[in-house]
């Protein structure tokens, strides 16, 4: 439940502690630090960046702001997990407004160099682009599901991860192609077992974001 901050060449200082489940932040272009309490708990604050005073709540109870980012209007945009949308949210009144409905469980939302917003659902593993002057939502790509984040570059190339494959994708917004930048077996492999019957020994791994069954031979 803490958050750290950290200048060019300094030391990492803690600006805030004991909001269990402190998850997503983002910083606005004139340096106001807003961050999110998901899962553990469900709130928006915002950060004093220089750790003197505890952090402003915003809001309590919103379903789960998680991956989110500050837009150009001000305004924070990211997905609401438990309310299968992705929204805005006036920092200064924590009122939210749906931009776009439809999603299973979306995970985060950036804004890329084009000035649409861009989010990603991570039960369907579908990427989307939400219009901003439509609002209308297209599927640009489907990946596996369990995707987490993702980060747009300059040329509008979308970086998207997996929490259960450990896999980074690069996916064109321009036509949907995809390609894996890295990838891994296991993610968070924890607790093991084994098994032994007649299809032979089996390695079950508790991998946190998937169950896997690893044939031993």
């Known amino acids: 439940g803490k958050v750290f901050i950290q200048t060019k060449g300094g030391a990492p200082k803690m600006i805030s502690s004991g909001l269990p489940g402190s998850n997503s932040l983002a910083f606005t272009k004139g340096g106001k630090l807003y961050f999110t309490q998901v899962f553990l708990g469900d709130a928006l604050y915002e950060a004093d960046v220089t750790g003197a005073q505890p952090a402003r709540l915003i809001r309590k109870d919103l379903g789960g702001f998680n991956g989110f980012e500050v837009g150009p209007d001000g305004m924070l945009y990211g997905p609401l997990w ?18 776009a409905a439809g999603f299973q469980i979306p995970a985060a939302a950036n804004f890329g160099p084009d000035g649409n917003l861009y989010a990603i659902d991570t039960k369907t593993g579908e990427v989307k682009r ?67 019957g007649p299809e032979g020994e089996k390695l079950h791994v508790a991998d946190v974001f998937a169950y896997r069954v690893i044939d031993t031979t």
Not at 90 to 96: E, L, M, N, R, V
């Open 82 to 99: 438990f309310k299968n949308a992705i929204v805005k949210i006036d920092p200064a009144t924590g009122k939210d407004t749906v931009v």
């Open 130 to 196: 939400i219009d901003m002057q439509t609002k209308a939502v297209t599927v640009i790509a489907t990946l596996a599901p369990a995707l987490d984040n993702l980060a747009i570059a300059k040329d509008g190339t979308i970086y998207v991860s997996n929490m259960a494959d450990a896999t980074i994708y690069a996916v064109n917004p321009a036509d949907g192609a995809v390609r894996t930048i890295v990838s891994g077996p296991l993610a968070t492999p924890t607790d093991l077992v084994i098994t032994d």
